[in-house]
């Protein structure tokens, strides 16, 4: 029998089992990153005491965000999956999210359909490519950030994608390995990216920018900040639909790995999107 319950730093081994099964990039700092920011909302299904399952919800003020919605392989078709996730949106309802979004790939959208969730237009795809495709000329003015940016950074993320992450970002930059730039022009900030490492790839992500030249050259930045920390090994991206940035992205050797559609609980809402964000934190996170 599957019992629900929170997991905690100690599972986290077993969680990134579950993420090798289906050939995720997760590593330790995804799973501690979740427990710091929503610790009542990082559920496990478990089985003889065994992780087993796993979701997680993020919140945003009253916009909550599921992810990492695992279940072991070797025990799919026996429901464990739809008890995770019905646990998850009880949890979302006592704390009061009023609005729950998501990335869908095609194998877990029956179960977010029936719980009413609605998919709107916008796709999510994740770009892999190498890191020494990045050229020093493209990205001089992307400079490393500072921690004078934060008054800046944090404003112009909310102004661009309509609510706050700052507990996400601030939580971001902490974690080992990250590296954050920024492009500032006539003392207002119009571009930033991070990035982080990741068990198969570099990880490049959020990247909010005015237009999409500034974004590349946030992105180039953030490639060579990889190539330095982890040598040769490739960089991913979570990138929302934007036919020009996937242009520039394929003219550096990117190709497309995999799409979900965002979908939204109850209703719809233009949040974590738009014209200025270019890409999210991570596939399967805000």
């Given at each position: 029998m599957l019992e629900i319950a929170t997991f905690n730093r100690r599972d986290i081994p077993a969680a990134l089992r579950l993420c090798e099964q289906v050939n995720w990039n997760h590593v330790a700092a995804d799973w501690e990153r979740c427990l710091a920011l929503?610790?009542?909302?990082?559920?496990?299904?478990?089985?003889?005491?065994?992780?087993?399952?796993?979701?997680?919800?993020?919140?945003?003020?009253?916009?909550?965000?599921?992810?990492?919605?695992?279940?072991d392989q070797t025990l799919r078709g026996k429901g464990y999956g739809k008890m995770v996730f019905a646990a998850m949106l009880e949890t979302a309802r006592r704390q009061g999210i009023e609005c729950l979004g998501l990335d869908s790939s095609d194998a877990g959208r029956p179960i977010y359909l029936k719980h009413g969730f609605r998919m709107t237009d916008q796709g999510i795809e994740l770009w892999t490519g190498p890191a020494a495709a990045a050229g020093r000329e493209s990205h001089a003015d992307a400079r490393p950030f500072q921690p004078a940016d934060w008054g800046n950074l944090l404003a112009f993320d909310r102004a661009c994608v309509k609510l706050?992450?700052?507990?996400?970002?601030?939580?971001?930059?902490?974690?080992?390995?990250?590296?954050?730039?920024?492009?500032?022009?006539?003392?207002?900030?119009?571009?930033?990216?991070?990035?982080?490492?990741?068990?198969?790839?570099?990880?490049?992500?959020?990247?909010?920018?005015?237009?999409?030249?500034?974004?590349?050259?946030?992105?180039?930045?953030?490639?060579?900040?990889?190539?330095?920390?982890?040598?040769?090994?490739?960089?991913?991206?979570?990138?929302?639909?934007?036919a020009g940035f996937k242009e520039r992205l394929a003219g550096r050797g990117f190709q497309m790995r995999r799409r979900n559609i965002r979908m939204f609980h109850p209703e719809p809402r233009e949040v974590l999107a738009g014209p200025a964000v270019f890409a999210a934190t991570g596939l399967g996170m805000a």
């Open positions: 929503n610790p009542e909302a990082c559920l496990g299904g478990f089985e003889g005491g065994e992780l087993k399952a796993t979701c997680t919800l993020t919140p945003f003020g009253t916009v909550g965000w599921v992810g990492t919605f695992l279940v706050s992450r700052e507990k996400q970002l601030r939580t971001l930059a902490a974690e080992s390995g990250a590296s954050i730039r920024v492009i500032e022009e006539d003392g207002a900030l119009c571009a930033f990216g991070f990035s982080r490492p990741g068990r198969l790839t570099g990880t490049i992500g959020p990247v909010v920018a005015l237009d999409t030249p500034r974004a590349d050259r946030i992105v180039s930045a953030l490639m060579a900040d990889r190539q330095t920390r982890d040598g040769g090994k490739p960089v991913g991206l979570a990138i929302l639909d934007n």
